[in-house]
Nanobody
């Protein structure tokens, strides 16, 4: 059974930084594409950053240049480094795994709250 556990959320002032971590178990982590999503109150969940099994990254325009996704396959962990945080980054952040040949994010963590104060 695949488990994803996020950590690292919290309250930070605008302009500050946070690093989110997502530890995976129950899967061969290295073969999964991984993504960080977020959902703010009253808004749909959006994919913020993704990293393929081969290390290729992509970002939503609103976080480009501020957020960095990375992975450590030896530790079965994916990270999201968030710098220059803005109040509009406030949301629950979820990591998710997209196994090969599945084509969508089929496994999700429980989420971690990120709150950015102005």
């Amino acid at each position: 059974q695949v488990q994803l556990v996020e950590s690292g959320g919290g309250l930070v002032q605008a302009g500050g930084s946070l690093r989110l971590s997502c530890a995976a178990s129950g899967t061969i982590f290295s073969i999964n594409d991984m993504g960080w999503h977020r959902q703010a109150p009253g808004r749909e969940r959006e994919l913020v950053a993704a990293i393929s099994s081969g290390g290729r990254t992509s970002y939503v325009d609103s976080v480009k240049g501020r957020f960095t996704i990375s992975r450590d396959n030896a530790k079965n962990t994916v990270y999201l480094q968030m710098n220059s945080l803005k109040p509009e980054d406030t949301a629950v952040y979820y990591c998710a795994a997209k196994p090969p040949f599945v084509g969508f994010y089929s496994h999700w963590g429980q989420g971690t709250q990120v709150t950015v104060s102005s």
